[in-house]
């Protein structure tokens, strides 16, 4: 246990549904009245989570999901299912040519004998870029506002990709951690395998806690019990925190000097 106190606050999952749903309709009502919600589905609890969360503020006629295999997807009938459940229009555009392309004409015009796809920091973070480029496309096409699917827990230790799906133009759970998430899910009366599947990023053949080395259970008993974990455990959670919090801040911009007699914004 943790040697300091902190003070817990109460989540009843039912308010925090209507905060979250209330919070969507101010956002579009701003921000795009006439907009739809554009949402990446990918199958899994988050994506699956915020196209619901959509569907009770805007209706179901005002969300899209956009499907984005990289060429074979193993789950992919688990976004389908996504769709089909809450009864959105979707669209099953599929990047894996794309990725293959971008890949050729970097080694092409880096090291044609490197093999650009095998470094692990590409590989990964580059379809991410690619699908999100994809969901801004789609945005314009439709008209469109593009929905960022991270949670709270993920965001801590910077598990998601920088201008891939860390962008977005609205939020609905990035302050929610997994516990809370899975309990929102429960509680729309979503499809339990889809809430609760193994969370995955679909690229490198792990999951989620395999690559991070703990778990959203330990991370988040953390984050809001104030457990601290094992020396190991922290020690990797707190080095992930500080390599990573450059995702989640504004770019750092240089500013001109204040010289007498200029205007300096």
């Given amino acids: 246990m943790s040697d300091y106190k902190i003070e817990k606050e109460v989540f009843t999952v039912e308010e925090e549904i209507e905060n979250i749903v209330n919070w969507i309709k101010r956002y579009f009502v701003k921000n795009g009245p006439d907009s739809k919600a554009i949402i990446g589905i990918s199958g899994g609890k988050d994506s699956t989570i915020c196209a619901a969360l959509c569907v009770e503020a805007l209706g179901k006629d005002k969300v899209i ?82 929905c960022n699917t991270c949670n709270k827990s993920e965001n801590y230790v910077g598990y998601s990709t920088k201008y891939g799906d860390c962008a977005g133009d609205f939020a609905p759970i990035s302050n929610y951690t997994v516990r ?39 991370l988040d008993a953390y984050l809001l019990d104030g457990i601290i974990p094992e020396y190991e455990a922290l020690k990797l959670i707190e080095k992930a925190n500080e390599r990573n919090r450059h995702k989640h801040i504004n770019i750092p911009t240089c500013h001109p000097l204040n010289r007498h007699g200029r205007f300096v914004f």
């Fill in 180 to 218: 809370e998430v899975l309990a929102i899910g429960d509680a729309l009366e979503l499809p339990y395998d889809l809430v609760h599947k193994t969370p995955a990023d679909g690229m490198c053949g792990s999951s989620d806690e395999q690559n991070l080395g703990f778990s959203y259970a330990l």
């Fill in 65 to 146: 999901g956009i499907l984005m295999p990289q060429g074979t997807q193993s789950d992919i009938e688990d976004a389908r299912k996504v769709c089909k459940e809450l009864g959105i229009r979707s669209y099953e555009i599929n990047i894996g040519n794309t990725c293959s392309t971008l890949y050729q004409a970097i080694d092409e015009g880096y090291d044609y004998d490197h093999n650009i796809e095998h470094n692990k920091a590409v590989s990964t973070n580059l379809p991410a870029r690619i699908r999100m480029t994809t969901l801004y496309a789609m945005a314009a096409e439709l008209g469109g506002r593009v």
